[in-house]
């Protein structure tokens, strides 16, 4: 396994507190090696294998285990002759969400024994909306993602490819990044690029049908594919429900406004879009229309829609978002009058200003790139992020970055 310390290092501090650790995120991000080498600390721990018990529901191992009296039962068995030498038994819950009520299991296992119990899943039980109401207060959740660069880079190092260790190395391989994506099966096995494709289209198309179609009872599956293309094609563009609408309408696919948010909202809550709302600077307000979306990685689109230079820029829009998101930032699209900010981004105190753009040809681009940063009255931090040439230094207070050395930095 390669380690992943920037995602392990948020679970260890909570070992043998009395939560469930609860990890979420997109089918394939790398949930269940995180839970692995969560298993290897323990053992290096001096914490014995029969303390440790994983289930992994995916697995037809598992298969009769599936209804919350039946799990209850196996792992009492499991659990019961431990406890009576006070030790903790640590339980490992790998896509529980196959498991039907399952939170009333865990609650009893809490109850019931000396447990410490970690859980994974990928589709809207687990969002902290649903499991708040049988966890109360009782769970901590982490959300798990596919590769960083910074961890991609890794993996192409454990695979022997060549170390990126010159500027010239870690921007080509961030090209590399982008057309390639991040899931961690998808980097270490020598793959070609359309090799690739096939294998996240499979992870496409189970997440759409087992957890999107299937669960949801949804009969109009066209439908359903059409508004996919059309947000994975209109990646860091606002648009609304009632744009979508009309598209579709175009296409002699009548759908009202109301079934559009819900596909969207299941998307989401599959883990393969994020929503990125609107921020007004001015007013100072969260904005309810016009939001963004960004895909769990980068390769879905390629996967789905092929292969598109156009699509570079939205992209790396996309990179730099995701990598917010994995480091605790809250993101939001900033508006300043008519104007808008790529990204404002916040975490508790802190917060700053980004704008993104594959090249800069122009005074006029360059002028709105800087530009709209400027029209912003205040000390907090400010970027342009491009990966073209540039001058070195600032342009008045704003700070000019190579995307690729922004992922890598560890300044913010």
């Given at each position: ?188 096995g020598g793959f070609s ?21 299937r669960r949801n009872q ?195």
């Amino acid at each position: 396994m390669v380690p992943r310390p920037d995602v392990v290092d948020h679970i260890l501090p909570y070992i043998d507190a009395p939560l469930v650790k609860v990890l979420t995120g997109v089918r394939r991000c790398g949930k269940s090696t995180v839970l692995a080498m969560v298993m290897d600390e323990l053992r290096s721990r001096g914490v014995p294998n029969d303390h440790i018990i994983r289930y992994n529901f995916d697995s037809l191992e598992f298969d009769d285990l599936k209804t919350a009296r039946a799990l209850y039962g196996a792992i009492r068995e499991r659990v019961a002759p431990r406890a009576a030498d006070s030790a903790t038994t640590y339980l490992f819950l790998d896509e529980i969400q196959e498991v039907e009520d399952w939170e009333r299991v865990v609650n009893s296992l809490m109850a019931d024994f000396d447990v410490d119990i970690y859980v994974t899943g990928s589709n809207s039980r687990m969002m902290s909306s649903e499991i708040s109401t049988h966890l109360t207060g009782r769970y901590v959740t982490f959300r798990v993602f596919p590769l960083s660069f910074r961890e991609f880079l890794a993996f192409r190092r454990a695979a022997g490819e060549n170390a990126e260790e010159g500027a010239g190395d870690t921007r080509r391989a961030l090209a590399d990044y982008l057309r390639r994506g991040g899931f961690p099966a998808t980097a270490l096995g020598g793959f070609s690029v359309e090799e690739i494709y096939a294998i996240v289209r499979d992870i496409y198309n189970s997440t759409i049908f087992t957890d999107i179609v299937r669960r949801n009872q949804i009969r109009k599956v066209d439908q359903l594919e059409r508004i996919v293309r059309y947000t994975f094609d209109n990646v860091g563009r606002t648009f609304s429900a009632a744009a979508i609408a009309k598209y579709l309408k175009s296409q002699r696919r009548a759908i009202d406004e109301e079934t559009v948010y819900s596909y969207l909202d299941k998307l989401e809550r599959a883990y393969i879009l994020h929503r990125c709302r609107r921020y007004d600077l001015a007013g100072k307000e969260i904005l309810k229309t016009q939001e963004k979306y960004y895909l769990a990685d980068t390769s879905l689109r390629y996967a789905v829609l092929g292969y598109d230079p156009d699509s570079v820029a939205a992209m790396l829009e996309n990179l730099v978002y995701l990598e917010l998101l994995r480091r605790g930032w809250e993101v939001f699209v900033g508006k300043v009058g008519d104007a808008e900010i790529d990204f404002v981004a916040t975490r508790r105190e802190r917060r700053m200003y980004l704008q993104v753009s594959q090249a800069i040809g122009s005074a006029q681009t360059e002028e709105r790139e800087y530009g709209r940063l400027l029209a912003i009255r205040d000390s907090h931090p400010k970027y342009v992020l491009r990966t073209d040439d540039f001058a070195a230094g600032g342009h008045d207070g704003i700070r000019t970055m190579h995307v690729a050395d922004f992922l890598l930095s560890d300044e913010w």
